[in-house]
Nanobody, 117 residues
Framework: QVQLVESGGGLVQAGGSLRLSCAASGGTFSRYTMTWFRQDAGKEREFVAHISWFGGGSTGYADSVKGRFIISRDNAKNTVYLQMNSLKPEDTAVYYC?????????WGQGTQVTVSS
C-alpha cells in the first residue's frame, strides 16, 4: 500500500506561483508513474501533468497548463512536485497526486489551490 500526502496549496493572486509537493511512503516510489490531477467544485477531475518512472522521467501536460506548470520528481525523497507559475483563476481546484505501478493505484487526499483575480 502506498500513502500519498500533498502539501503546498493555498491562496495566491493571479500571476503568482505555488509549488505543490506529494510525498509517498510505503512503496517503491522510483517505479511509479506519478500524475497530478485537479478537480474544481461541480466539475470532473481532470489531468494536469504526469512524470514517468522510466526513460529519464518523461513528462506530459494538459494543454491548459503547458508552459506554465512543471512537474518533477526526487526519487531520493520519494516526492513529486508541481511548480505552478503564472497562475490563473481557472487554476483554482483541489489538486491530487496519483501513483500508478505494479499493483498500485493510489491517491492522496488533495490540497486546495485558490487563485484570486
Amino acid at each position: 500500500q502506498v500513502q500519498l500526502v500533498e502539501s503546498g496549496g493555498g491562496l495566491v493572486q493571479a500571476g503568482g506561483s505555488l509549488r505543490l509537493s506529494c510525498a509517498a511512503s510505503g512503496g517503491t516510489f522510483s517505479r511509479y508513474t506519478m500524475t497530478w490531477f485537479r478537480q474544481d467544485a461541480g466539475k470532473e477531475r481532470e489531468f494536469v501533468a504526469h512524470i514517468s518512472w522510466f526513460g529519464g522521467g518523461s513528462t506530459g501536460y494538459a494543454d491548459s497548463v503547458k508552459g506554465r506548470f512543471i512537474i518533477s520528481r526526487d526519487n531520493a525523497k520519494n516526492t513529486v512536485y508541481l511548480q505552478m507559475n503564472s497562475l490563473k483563476p481557472e487554476d483554482t481546484a483541489v489538486y491530487y497526486c496519483n501513483a500508478v505501478g505494479p499493483g498500485i493505484d493510489s491517491w492522496g487526499q488533495g490540497t486546495q489551490v485558490t487563485v484570486s483575480s
